[in-house]
């Protein structure tokens, strides 16, 4: 489990295709120097496995279906990617519950800014506008986020990212028509699961 607060921006170093998954080795000694082999890291916010490491980068496989479903497929060597190490029990949970399950690819839309916010409009898969409310929680490509207006009709939502986000993540690279990994609430899923299992019994 994540929290969708980044702690690094690493560095994709190299990239091994293999015949159905990918290895990739990312650069970063503050994650590096914290992990051990077989420990879950929030790459972009698609939770990969550990399975080699030292002082300054590590290395994860990536399964053909997280191949598919994120944006993992499209990084190239020198891509920088938000880093998460899983959440400890008595950490503070400072964002939200993020499980690193990508749900979907959403699309920059527009890219507006002022001297205090920047506004980013996402067109988000239609099947997943049903899990996101108003002033409710979205993790964007690992970054734990507030939705601040969204609009049914277009399915597009926007967030709104402080300096310290832009600074802290590899937000601040993205541009009109980039792709970002989304992670709906969980909460939203469990709700719907219980609603509609509840009504098949009845």
């Known amino acids: 489990m994540f929290t969708g607060l980044i702690q690094a921006i690493g560095r994709v170093t190299a990239i091994e295709h293999q015949e159905s998954s990918a290895q990739l080795v990312i650069s970063s000694p503050e ?19 550990v399975i ?15 191949l598919k479903l994120t944006t993992t ?3 190239e060597v020198g891509s920088e990617v938000n880093l998460e190490l899983a959440t400890r029990a008595a950490d503070r949970l400072g964002g939200h ?7 979907g690819i959403a699309n920059i839309a527009e890219i507006s800014a002022d001297s205090q916010w920047t506004r980013i409009d996402l067109e988000i898969p ?10 409710g929680s979205i993790c964007l490509e690992g970054v734990s986020l507030t939705v601040g207006e969204l609009n049914d009709e277009t399915n597009q939502i926007s967030v709104w990212l ?3 986000t832009l600074a802290q993540t590899n937000l601040s ?18 709700v719907e699961r219980l609603i509609v299992r509840g009504q098949e019994s009845k």
Do not use: R, W
């Open 31 to 49: 994650i590096a120097n914290q992990i051990t082999q077989g420990d879950s890291v929030s790459v972009n916010g698609a939770c990969l496995t």
């Open 52 to 66: 080699s490491q030292d002082k300054s980068q590590f290395a994860v496989d990536v399964m053909v279906q997280t």
């Open 73 to 75: 497929g499209a990084l």
């Open 97 to 103: 519950i993020v499980q690193g399950h990508v749900d």
């Open 126 to 135: 239609k099947n997943l506008m049903k899990y996101v409310v108003a002033q």
């Open 162 to 164: 402080i300096p310290e």
């Open 173 to 190: 690279k993205k541009s009109l028509g980039d792709h970002l990994n989304i992670e709906v609430d969980v909460l939203a899923k469990y």
